[in-house]
């Protein structure tokens, strides 16, 4: 059960606790250096409702199926789909994959997003989220993870989570978690609370038998 929701200044000690007591549990979590954004942004939209290795071996299909992103780009929705079923949803996330990358190639006539590497965070945010299908949850972890920016991404499993914290209202939607929670996470550490998070949630705080008697942030609503 979602604990009562609490002060602004008391959620944001409650997110410095947190944070600070997953990192005791899960360890710094390893940051990988600058990488591809386009190939992220393909990762993260492949990501949607399946397991990471399912990712992988779809983003790895659809690299080997083919030669470049406009053979993608022109590709049939149903050889995409094809290339990418091991992600599940195949027909929804081939339609987005090649309708964002369309819509990009009249925009910048290429196919590259390396220039949002030098441009603020708010100017990448909204470039992405824009195109329809690109949402605030899916630009945040692309740059992230790619650009190395201190953006918090709220998935399932956080969004949970800072209920039953009483960090976020029971009714606060996940995209309209991104800008309540925001201001509240610990500047330079939005990486290290996301990845770790994930690990809680996957393990401890699980949507359904969530395993309390061995949380020790069980007691943080007293906080």
């Known amino acids: 059960m979602p604990t009562r929701l609490v002060s602004p200044t008391t959620r944001k000690r ?5 944070t600070d007591r997953l990192l005791a549990r899960f360890g710094k979590p390893k940051r990988t250096k600058r990488g591809n954004l386009l190939d992220s942004l393909v990762e993260t939209l492949l990501s949607q409702s399946t397991t990471d290795h399912n990712r992988d071996m779809a983003f790895d299909s659809l690299k080997k199926t083919f030669t470049n992103w406009d053979e993608i780009a ?5 050889s995409l789909a094809q290339a990418i079923r091991s992600a599940g949803l195949g027909n ?16 910048r006539e290429q196919l590259c997003l390396e220039f949002l590497h030098h441009e603020p965070d708010d ?5 992405l989220t824009q195109h329809k299908g690109i949402g605030t949850k899916t630009a945040y972890v692309t740059l992230m993870l790619a650009s190395n ?4 991404p709220i998935d399932v499993h956080i969004h949970r989570i800072m209920i039953r914290l009483g960090i976020i209202a029971e009714k606060t939607t996940p995209e309209k978690s991104h800008s309540v929670l925001a201001p509240l996470i610990p500047k330079g550490r939005a990486h290290e609370l996301h ?7 996957r393990t401890i705080c699980t949507a359904r038998n969530p395993k309390c008697t061995t ?3 069980r007691r943080m609503g007293s906080y």
């Open 14 to 18: 409650r997110i410095l606790k947190l």
């Open 74 to 78: 022109d590709a049939s929705q149903e």
């Open 92 to 107: 929804q996330k081939a339609g987005r994959i090649r309708n964002f990358l369309r819509w990009l190639r009249a925009d």
């Open 123 to 127: 100017f990448a945010v909204q470039y």
């Open 149 to 152: 920016r201190d953006l918090f």
């Open 195 to 201: 990845m770790n998070m994930l690990s809680f949630g």
């Open 215 to 217: 949380c020790d942030l």
